[in-house]
């Protein structure tokens, strides 16, 4: 991984074996990032996502492996209990035009990953909030 910095947004290179969300909360974490919005694209070896179910408040995961296109990669970072948060989700598509999305909880960079974390002034908490069972901003 490597990566430079731009008037608050830092240009992301990861390299084949890194992994998205250890790298990002790496960088955030080194640069004391407390807001900021995520976006990429690149390619994946393994990937696993996964979509909420509203009713029992748990993820249906899935994971996948072989060549994947990463069409898009978004998400933020705000804070809870005063430590980063990443909330990410990711598009993937592979050579059968077959495509899984949802909520991302690990991916390994299998060519390359191009990824931009623009930074915002201020700090965003998230709270959990009973009702949802998600961790919700508060202001």
């Known amino acids: 991984m490597e990566y430079k910095s731009f008037n608050g947004t830092f240009i992301v290179r990861l390299d084949v074996g890194d992994e998205i969300v250890e790298s990002i909360k790496k960088i955030v974490e080194t640069e004391n990032i407390k807001l900021a ?3 990429g694209l690149g ?3 393994n990937f696993t ?3 909420r179910k509203k009713d029992t408040k748990d993820y249906v995961k ?3 492996s072989g ?3 990463i069409t898009n990669l978004h998400g933020n970072v705000t804070r809870m209990n005063g430590e980063p948060y990443l909330h990410l989700h990711i598009g993937c598509g592979n050579d059968k035009n ?3 999305g949802g909520h991302l909880f690990s991916c390994v960079i299998g060519a390359t990953a191009e990824i931009f974390i623009t930074t ?19 202001f």
């Open 98 to 100: 077959e495509y899984y």
């Open 49 to 51: 996502i996964g979509v």
């Open 120 to 138: 915002y002034d201020g700090i965003v908490e998230r709270k959990l909030d009973e009702k949802t069972g998600l961790n919700l901003f508060t």
């Open 43 to 45: 390619g994946a070896s």
């Open 37 to 39: 919005q995520i976006n």
């Open 67 to 69: 060549d994947y296109e």
């Open 62 to 64: 899935a994971t996948f």
